[in-house]
């Protein structure tokens, strides 16, 4: 199909999704080495297990050796444990001319699988040195939004132009060529001590930027998808957990204020409902003040917290905060300390947004590089918010040791 690198084979769908109804097969004790949720906390090994985690999207967009061995080498140097990143990219149409990954591709609706050297190899290199490392993975299978793998590139191509993106979460030829791809990723990695879990979706929501959703679509029917989804990856794989990875959007009846749509289930979202399900083994939550309007950002962020972690111990299940920015230097320097104090010391994971991939060769790559002031993305040059990130490594793995 003009591109030397890829290997592309029919993705067929793997037969009917499993219902949320239809017990799944009880799981036998887990391997050495995989995390498990025990109450509030993660477990490994016989002890409790807390990390300070990264976002980063884009390891499995590098090219060559060097360049994965030199991003875990910064990930461990601020004592990451757990990194979060796409299980997910995909094209259609014209196959790309640059050296892009991407592990889908959507022809005339219909969807390939690239198991070559810029596809899933590259997947698998990040596991590889995942393991190098001694850092494990959480593996996303879609974004809600349009950036590498969107749900509206199913919908469209399945559904047609005129989709709704709630279409993805009903629509009965979605949902199977979803599984399909689903259903490879997780029986490629099920035995890999390296995956801490796997992520449904990138902050699944009822819409994104355009198109809307259906006027009958509810957080039920969100939740009912989640639970199926959830269902269907526990029958692959019993030994892993598995997370929603959304905003931790609340559904509660409260006043109209500026804030509503994060707690009305405006959004789709049902951050208690997924906490309920017995296949969603933890809660995600994300945080940006800023971007959702929310003031005095500061005092907003700490009370999104307290309210995640009211929820935590409220369903008793692990809570992750997943991820956290705000715009500037100046604020991240002033605001991070508040809210990373209040989450480590209640919370069992703690993930801000996001790894820079500046000061290190992506020759090759298709990586973005944002300027100092282009991006609010960390890296050693950001000497006192790298610093702070560091500290906090430290922190929690000298409190939480694994040996």
Not at 70 to 79: T, Y
Not at 139 to 167: P, Q, R
Not at 301 to 329: A, L
Request: net charge negative.
């Amino acid at each position: 199909m003009g591109d030397s690198k890829a290997a592309l084979v029919p993705l067929l769908p793997v037969g009917a999704g499993i219902p949320s109804t239809q017990a799944t097969t009880p799981p036998t004790t887990p391997p050495a080495g995989f995390v498990t949720a025990r109450g509030t906390e993660f477990w490994l090994d016989g002890r409790p297990y807390r990390f300070a985690g990264m976002n980063a999207y884009w390891i499995p967009q590098l090219v060559h050796e060097s360049q994965y061995d030199a991003a875990f080498q910064r990930l461990k140097d601020i004592g990451v444990r757990v990194l979060r990143t796409w299980a997910f990219s995909m094209v259609e149409g014209e196959l790309p001319t640059t050296n892009l990954t991407y592990f889908q591709y959507w022809k005339d609706g219909e969807q390939f699988l690239n198991v070559g050297a810029n596809g899933l190899a590259r997947l698998d290199t990040t596991v590889k040195y995942a393991a190098k490392y001694g850092i494990k993975l959480i593996m996303v299978f879609v974004n809600n939004w349009e950036h590498y793998g969107a749900m509206d590139v199913y919908t469209s191509n399945l559904v047609g132009k005129d989709a709704c993106h709630s279409d993805f979460y009903t629509n009965a030829k979605v949902i199977a060529a979803f599984e399909a791809y689903v259903h490879h990723i997780v029986t490629r990695y099920k035995d890999s001590a390296s995956i801490f879990a796997w992520e449904l979706t990138n902050e699944a929501r009822a819409t994104a930027t355009e198109p809307l959703k259906r006027l009958d679509f509810t957080p039920d029917d969100l939740t009912r998808w989640v639970a199926d989804r959830a269902a269907f990856i526990k029958c692959l794989d019993p030994h892993h957990m598995v997370a929603v990875g959304d905003e931790g959007f609340f559904n509660w009846d409260r006043p109209k204020t500026k804030a509503e749509y994060v707690y009305s289930g405006e959004s789709g979202g049902d951050f208690d409902a997924y906490l309920k399900l017995d296949n969603i083994d933890f809660g995600t939550f994300h945080m940006y003040p800023e971007t959702w309007g929310m003031t005095p950002e500061l005092e907003w962020g700490k009370q999104w917290i307290q309210e995640h972690i009211d929820s935590m111990n409220r369903h008793g299940k692990p809570v992750v905060f997943e991820e956290f920015n705000i715009d500037g230097y100046d604020k991240q320097t002033t605001m991070f300390p508040a809210w990373i104090e209040l989450a480590e010391e209640q919370l069992p994971g703690i993930m801000p947004w996001g790894l820079a991939a500046n000061d290190m060769d992506i020759s090759d790559t298709t990586v973005w590089l944002g300027s100092y002031d282009e991006t609010n993305d960390f890296w050693p040059g950001k000497d006192l918010v790298w610093a702070m990130l560091q500290q906090m490594g430290k922190r929690i793995n000298e409190k939480w040791p694994l040996e």
